[in-house]
C-alpha cells in the first residue's frame, strides 16, 4: 500500500500489466480516499472522463464494480453517487472487524517471530510519531498498516483481504473534518500496550486489548459520525 491509498496505483496505465478497467477502478478509489469526491457527491461521467483522460465505457465498468464493492451507488434519474456510511453500517463493520482481529491476534502471537516483531515496532512508530492537528488520510493509513502487519503474520490471505476491505469501506468514505483529534493518543498508547502483549506473548490480554481498542475506535468513528450530522441540521 501507498500513502495515497490502501491500493497501490501503478504508474503506467492502458498497458498489458493493466487493464485500462482496472486501472480506472483503482484510480476513482484513490479518489474517494483523497476525498477529491466525497460522500453523497453525484458522479459525472464528463467530469470523471476529463479527471482520468479516458472514455466512458472504462469509468461505467469501474462504477459498476465500485457499485458491486458497496462503495458508490446509482440511482434512476440520479446516476451514481459515492454511498454514505451511516451509524447502522459502521456498528456492522467494526463488528466484523473485531471478529477478524480478535481472531487474528490469537492465531498470530505463536507465529510471531523476531522479524515480525521489528516491522511491527516500526510501524507502531512511525503512527505514533506523526502527530497532525487532526486526523488526515495518512495517520488513518499508518493506523490500518498495524492491523493489517498482526492479520498477515497468521499466514491467512483470506482474513487479511477481507480485513482490507473491511477497513478500505470505513476509512475510504469517512468524512475527516468531524473527526476529533482526542482519540490519537489513547490509540497510540493501546497499540504500545499491544505490542508489549504481544512481545510476552500474552494471548488473553492481547485477545481483550484488542476488542478494547476496535470498540474504542468504532464509538469514536460514530461520535465524529453523529457530529456531522448535527452540523449539517445547523
Known amino acids: 500500500m501507498s500513502e495515497n491509498a490502501f491500493h497501490d496505483l501503478p504508474k503506467f496505465r492502458n498497458s498489458k500489466e493493466m487493464p485500462l478497467i482496472e486501472w480506472a477502478y483503482l484510480k476513482l478509489k484513490e479518489m474517494i480516499f483523497q476525498q477529491t469526491i466525497v460522500s453523497g457527491q453525484k458522479l459525472i461521467y464528463k467530469d470523471l472522463c476529463e479527471a482520468l483522460n479516458i472514455s466512458r465505457t472504462p469509468i461505467i465498468n469501474a462504477l459498476t464494480r465500485l457499485e458491486q464493492e458497496g462503495y458508490v451507488k446509482s440511482e434512476s434519474f440520479r446516476g451514481f453517487y459515492v454511498k454514505p456510511i451511516d451509524t447502522k453500517e459502521i456498528v456492522d463493520?467494526?463488528?466484523?472487524?473485531?471478529a477478524l482481529e480478535v481472531y487474528a491476534i490469537g492465531i498470530a502471537i505463536p507465529k510471531?517471530?523476531?522479524?515480525?516483531?521489528?516491522i511491527l515496532e516500526q510501524m507502531i512508530e512511525e503512527h505514533r510519531s506523526y502527530n497532525p492537528v487532526a486526523y488526515d488520510k495518512k495517520k488513518l493509513y499508518l493506523d490500518s498498516r498495524v492491523h493489517l502487519k498482526i492479520a498477515k503474520i497468521t499466514g491467512n490471505d483470506n482474513l487479511v483481504e477481507i480485513l482490507k476491505m473491511n477497513l478500505e469501506h470505513i476509512y475510504l468514505r469517512l468524512a475527516l473534518n468531524?473527526?476529533?483529534?482526542?482519540?490519537?493518543h489513547p490509540a497510540v498508547e493501546e497499540h504500545r500496550e499491544l505490542l508489549q502483549f504481544i512481545k510476552n506473548k500474552d494471548i488473553n490480554n492481547c485477545i481483550d486489548l484488542m476488542q478494547r481498542h476496535?470498540?474504542?475506535?468504532?464509538?469514536?468513528?460514530?461520535?465524529?459520525?453523529?457530529?456531522g450530522e448535527s452540523y449539517r441540521e445547523l
Open 214 to 227: 476496535i470498540r474504542n475506535g468504532r464509538d469514536h468513528v460514530i461520535n465524529s459520525l453523529n457530529k
Open 93 to 98: 463493520k467494526f463488528g466484523v472487524r473485531e
Open 178 to 184: 468531524t473527526s476529533n483529534p482526542s482519540r490519537m
Open 112 to 118: 510471531v517471530n523476531n522479524d515480525d516483531m521489528e
